[in-house]
Nanobody, 123 residues
């Protein structure tokens, strides 16, 4: 079972990136999935989640600029990030669980994790 992120990189403030997370094995994105991030010296925090009924939640800092989505047929999770700010610089991780919902913001509630992809936003 694994999750593999891609799509990270370096971008200037105001730019956009789209992260992808391909699930395999017993991991299914049809259940609770989420994106988390960890900046240097800070705790990992929830960015966005989506449950089995496609209901999403977002951190206040990204509302209106980031969009979480999933393609169940491709078993892939996405995070579209627009109007990026330097404070978005972090390692981004996708996570999945075996519950349909509700999805929480607590990383302890997610059974599967990707290895992370770095996002760097310069001012």
């Amino acid at each position: 079972e694994q999750l593999v992120e891609s799509g990270g990189g370096s971008v200037q403030a105001g730019g956009s990136l789209r992260l992808s997370c391909a699930a395999s094995g017993y991991v299914r994105v049809r259940y609770c999935v989420g994106w988390f991030r960890q900046a240097p010296g800070k705790a990992r925090e929830r960015v966005a989640t989506m449950d089995g009924n496609l209901r999403s939640t977002y951190a206040d800092s990204v509302k209106g600029r980031f969009t979480i989505s999933k393609d169940i047929a491709k078993n892939t999770l996405y995070l579209q990030m627009n109007s990026l700010k330097p404070e978005a610089t972090a390692m981004y991780y996708c996570a999945a669980d075996v519950r349909l919902g509700p999805c929480t913001s607590d990383e302890a509630d997610y059974r599967y994790w990707g290895q992370g992809t770095q996002v760097t936003v310069s001012s």
